[in-house]
């Protein structure tokens, strides 16, 4: 199967920076898709920003312009580089991959999520 393990959050002050990694390992055979999204207390999870294998970025309205997802594949690695950050984007953020493992198909996995609290 397929772990993520992530890294990078914490606490940062309005206007501030974090980037967000999410490893991913095990028995992969292949990965698309890869992406993050977020859950704030009380709230439904919500897509922050994808990037397929080879494919376009898609964000979230509330993030573009401050958020830049991207990936080394070579690492199996996706990052969240987020720049001028509201205290509205404090969230448990989870990073996924659409992988497959040898002998299964393709599945959804999914990071522990990691605390982003923006606030002064």
């Known amino acids: 199967q397929v772990q993520l393990v992530e890294s990078g959050g914490g606490l940062v002050r309005p206007g501030g920076s974090l980037t967000l990694s999410c490893a991913a390992s095990?028995?992969?055979?292949?990965?698309?898709?890869m992406g993050w999204y977020r859950q704030a207390p009380g709230k439904q999870r919500d897509l922050v920003a994808t990037?397929?294998?080879?494919?376009?970025?898609n964000y979230a309205d509330s993030v573009k312009g401050r958020f830049t997802i991207s990936r080394d594949n070579a690492k199996n690695t996706v990052y969240l580089q987020m720049n001028s950050l509201k205290p509205e984007d404090t969230a448990v953020y989870y990073c996924?991959?659409?992988?497959?493992?040898?002998?299964?198909?393709?599945?959804?996995?999914w990071g522990q999520g990691t605390q982003v609290t923006v606030s002064s």
């Open positions: 990037l397929p294998s080879g494919g376009r970025t």
């Open positions: 996924y991959t659409d992988a497959q493992s040898f002998g299964f198909e393709v599945k959804r996995y």
């Open positions: 095990g028995s992969i055979f292949s990965i698309n898709d």
